[in-house]
């Protein structure tokens, strides 16, 4: 059974840190391409990051985020820092390979004083 359970969002403060996780089992995880997707209230999903062979990120995000995998662990992480409010949003884990998708159910940011 495939599951890809993201945590570690939490309300900050702007300017602050924060590093989500997914959790990932069920499918050989090198082999996909991991990336991060957020929604935030009446706006379409948006890819924030992906890395397979070769690592992309958002221009919003550029410089401020971190997309990081561990094959060995089967792990996802997103470092993000210098939060804005913009930044409030659902984010998720997807896992993608040739057709085939998974997601996570998401974890809430919020980016607020």
């Known amino acids: 059974q495939v599951q890809l359970v993201e945590s570690g969002g939490d309300l900050v403060q702007p300017g602050g840190s924060l590093r989500l996780s997914c959790a990932t089992s069920g499918f050989t995880f090198s082999s996909y391409i991991m990336s991060w997707y957020r929604q935030a209230p009446g706006k379409d999903r948006e890819l924030v990051a992906a890395?397979?062979?070769?690592?992309n990120y958002a221009d919003s995000v550029k410089g401020r985020f971190t997309i990081i995998r561990d094959d060995d662990k089967k792990m996802l992480y997103l470092q993000m820092n210098s939060l804005k409010p913009e930044d409030t949003a659902v984010y998720y884990c997807?896992?993608?390979?040739?057709?085939?998708?998974?997601w996570g159910q998401g974890t809430q940011v919020t980016v607020s004083s």
């Open positions: 890395t397979g062979d070769r690592t």
């Open positions: 997807r896992a993608a390979l040739l057709g085939r998708e998974y």
